[in-house]
């Protein structure tokens, strides 16, 4: 995080007469994570950018821009930009050329919410001439859709949020909560087992059973709790299968066949299964989508 923009964050939020408890009340955040904003010790993410535009009224640029990328360019830079004129320089091609270079995909790319949002209340960048107030813009942030009465989904890879001005409702579906007009709903029990010190349970629970009862084997076994619980919950947060640590939970289960059954053989078949775990998860996430 710069410290410009820092600052910025500070001046924006004070200037809104927010403290940082209420700001990252609004927010839906920790107040550490905003006092870390504000020392430059971190940066909001995507979402958290654009809820700050929003909140304090500002474009995503004014927000992020900083003295160094907001000065002209010097004269040596003239063949690459014209200040006095506002745009690139035409190309060699001549005036059919340049227009060909110009890219439908490429309107609007770049573009925050808050800058397509100025589109849409002009009316301008609709499908038709007569400007219907439908815009979007292609970006970084995602894709963000608006219509004329302010009803606006924008698509990011952190999740789906729509805001239909009409019902004065609001759902914020990411990978980690869904939010309700602005009330958050999260996954309650993934927060407290992340939150749950199993690996202090666990090596109490290891030592208590090899000194009280000797079982120093096979209770080390409980030790793969430990990455099998993370990464589960990890997996249910992100709802990706993938980051759950299935070989460890394999190797798991073949250990405890082995030492408690005897079944060392057939237990190795269980190995088998890894290679089609990965391919038949993302072949199921590819359905859900």
């Given at each position: 995080m710069n410290i410009e923009i820092a600052n910025r964050l500070v001046k924006l939020r004070k200037g809104n007469g927010l403290s940082q408890e209420a700001l990252a009340e609004k927010l839906g955040i920790s107040r550490q994570a905003v006092s870390k904003w504000?020392?430059?010790?971190?940066?909001?993410?995507?979402?958290?950018?654009?809820?700050?535009?929003?909140?304090?009224?500002?474009?995503?640029?004014?927000l992020l821009l900083t003295e160094e990328e907001s000065q002209e360019p010097s004269e040596g830079a003239g063949d690459m930009y014209r200040p006095e004129y506002g745009k690139n320089p035409e190309p060699a091609g001549g005036e059919e050329s340049f227009m060909e270079a110009q890219e439908p995909e490429a309107i609007g790319a770049g573009k925050g919410r808050e800058a397509v949002g100025k589109e849409c209340q002009s009316g301008a960048g609709g499908p038709s001439a007569g400007g219907s107030g439908f815009s979007q813009g292609v970006g970084e942030?995602?894709?963000?859709?608006?219509?004329?009465?302010?009803?606006?989904?924008?698509?990011?890879?952190?999740?789906?949020?729509?805001?239909?001005?009409?019902?004065?409702?609001?759902?914020h579906r990411d990978v980690a909560e869904v939010r309700i007009e602005g009330k958050k709903r999260r996954m309650k029990w993934v927060d407290r087992g992340m939150r749950f010190p199993l690996p202090v349970f666990v090596a109490i629970l290891y030592f208590s059973l090899g000194m009280l009862f000797g079982a120093w084997h096979p209770a080390w076994l409980l030790f793969f709790l430990i990455p099998l619980w993370y990464s589960f919950l990890?997996?249910?947060?992100?709802?990706?299968?993938h980051i759950f640590a299935y070989p460890v939970f394999v190797t798991f289960l073949f250990l405890c066949a082995g030492f408690f059954l005897g079944a060392w053989n057939p237990g190795w078949i269980l190995f088998l299964t890894i290679p089609a775990y990965y391919p038949l998860t993302s072949y199921w996430a590819g359905r859900g989508e």
């Open positions: 504000e020392r430059a010790e971190a940066s909001p993410d995507t979402d958290n950018l654009i809820m700050l535009a929003k909140l304090y009224s500002v474009s995503l640029d004014e942030e995602g894709i963000p859709v608006l219509d004329k009465d302010g009803s606006e989904v924008h698509v990011s890879w952190d999740g789906i949020h729509v805001e239909e001005r009409q019902n004065v409702e609001a759902v990890g997996a249910v947060r992100k709802r990706n299968a």
